[in-house]
């Protein structure tokens, strides 16, 4: 057997070699058993999401390390709970691999992973991994929330305004630099980097659930009662176009989005002409932020709490066209639409 860890091969030591390997990336007492089993609080709905990613449509070795690779992969997973309001409890891995990756790949592939779960307390609880032509990542993870504080697609008003909690269009930059090195000849080196990193470290924003529910609860006697209005969003992993319209098609209604009040990265004026910023920000994806709708009132008490990055940019409308609004009267509005975002099978 070979004795060079970072040459040796998935299919040196096996299946069981390599679960061996990886078992110490996971909490012992909850490894072993066909199951994991998660205890969870009185009142809560468990919450479960899968997603996956596969090498040359997710990552690559161009663009990414294996640790960024495991990072975003859990990062991915955390921000659909997010999305739902839900509380991260655990995550299983399953894992296809061509038999000649090296075990030392997949342990820094596992390392990433756990330096983005670590800093949510989120544990490893189990997984599978089998042979396989590409190499192919999926990740179910679980979560709890109060049945009163779930976030869903479906609920959004006519009047409500349109909150995004951070900065979109930095992750389509950095995986743009990251392809053409060449075209940010002209950005500082601190710009250049906190593009790169917004593509290869996502932020899943568990942060802003507490924020929100004190909000929501502010009007409520007690924290079990429901609060007094529905919060829908979900987060923007496909683009922040694609985010308002599957909100809007779940609840039936229509939206103005306007772009003069969608913040920018500041990076962008050093290097991308407006039409070519704009469309970052529209249809970039990979910003896992927040897209949520929620009347006027308490969206501009989130906001105000979240910083400057977060914003209103638009309002839920009567209808189903989301209008996008240009600031300036000579371009006109646009109806915008799920083909004009990345679509999985479009080629």
């Not at 009163?148 to 006519?158: C, E, G, L, P």
Request: hydrophobic share 40%; aromatic share 4%.
């Amino acid at each position: 057997m070979n004795n060079d860890l970072s040459s040796l091969r998935v299919r040196d030591i096996g299946e069981q070699g390599l679960l061996e390997r990886l078992q110490r990336f996971c909490p012992p007492d909850i490894i072993g058993d066909d199951a994991a089993v998660l205890e969870t609080l009185p009142n809560q709905s468990l919450i479960v999401t899968t997603d996956m990613l596969v090498d040359g449509v997710h990552f690559s070795d161009v663009t990414t390390s294996p640790e960024d690779a495991g990072w975003r992969a859990a990062a991915a997973n955390l921000s659909d709970l997010a999305a739902m309001g839900a509380t991260p409890m655990g995550i299983t891995v399953g894992l296809g691999l061509p038999g000649d990756v090296t075990v030392n790949w997949v342990e820094r592939l596992y390392q990433g992973m756990t330096e983005c779960l670590s800093k949510y307390h989120v544990p490893i609880v189990g997984g599978d991994i089998v042979r396989s032509p590409i190499t192919t990542l999926a990740i179910t993870a679980f979560g709890q929330a109060n049945p009163n504080f779930i976030i869903r697609r479906s609920t959004a008003q006519v009047g409500d305004a349109i909150v995004i909690t951070g900065i979109h269009g930095a992750s389509r930059a950095g995986l743009e630099l990251l392809l053409n090195p060449e075209i940010g000849y002209n950005l500082k080196t601190a710009s250049k980097a906190a593009l790169i990193t917004a593509h290869q470290r996502p932020k899943p924003r568990l942060d802003v659930l507490p924020i929100l529910k004190e909000i929501l609860t502010s009007p409520c006697p007690l924290p079990p009662a429901p609060c007094l209005f529905p919060i829908s969003g979900m987060d923007s992993s496909d683009g922040l176009v694609d985010a308002v319209l599957q909100i809007c098609r779940a609840s039936q209604v229509g939206a103005v989005i306007e772009s003069s009040k969608i913040p920018l990265p500041s990076a962008f004026e050093e290097w991308l002409t407006p039409e070519k910023s704009l469309e970052y920000v529209l249809y970039g994806g990979e910003d896992f932020e927040l897209v949520l709708c929620l009347p006027p009132e308490p969206a501009l008490a989130l906001v105000q709490k979240l910083g400057t990055s977060a914003a209103i940019i638009g309002t839920i409308t009567p209808g189903s066209n989301v209008i996008l609004h240009q600031e300036k009267a000579e371009i006109p509005d646009q109806v915008l639409s799920l083909s004009q975002g990345f679509q999985h099978f479009a080629q």
